[in-house]
Nanobody
Framework: QVQLVESGGGLVQPGGSLRLSCAASGFRFSFFYMSWVRQAPGKAPEWVSDIKFDGTNTRYADSVKGRFTIARDNAKNTLYLQMNNLKPEDTALYYC???????????WGQGTQVTVSS
């Protein structure tokens, strides 16, 4: 079955950086778009970014454009999210997801917490 395991979250000061990773298994990773989704407490899930199966096309939400970079390594079945110039409003649980845009929750990992605070 689909398994997605995120890592790399933590507490960071505003303006700082974090790099999230997602280890994928149970499906042909290189055949699928992959996404990052986040959810802040009390808010609806928000699509953050996605990347085409071969990495040739990436898309970003306006709220993170120019600060976040999505990437993938198909040889390692791993998805990444480099987050720079983090802001308090980026605080959320970040999920890796199989598929583009906002995939069904059944295709999300367990999430990794990102907290941006001074």
């Amino acid at each position: 079955q689909v398994q997605l395991v995120e890592s790399g979250g933590g507490l960071v000061q505003p303006g700082g950086s974090l790099r999230l990773s997602c280890a994928a298994s149970g499906f042909r990773f290189s055949f699928f778009y992959m996404s990052w989704v986040r959810q802040a407490p009390g808010k609806a899930p928000e699509w953050v970014s996605d990347i085409k199966f071969d990495g040739t096309n990436t898309r970003y939400a306006d709220s993170v454009k120019g600060r976040f970079t999505i990437a993938r390594d198909n040889a390692k079945n791993t998805l990444y999210l480099q987050m720079n110039n983090l802001k308090p409003e980026d605080t959320a649980l970040y999920y890796c997801a199989k598929g583009a845009q906002l995939p069904p929750k059944a295709y999300w990992g367990q999430g990794t917490q990102v907290t941006v605070s001074s």
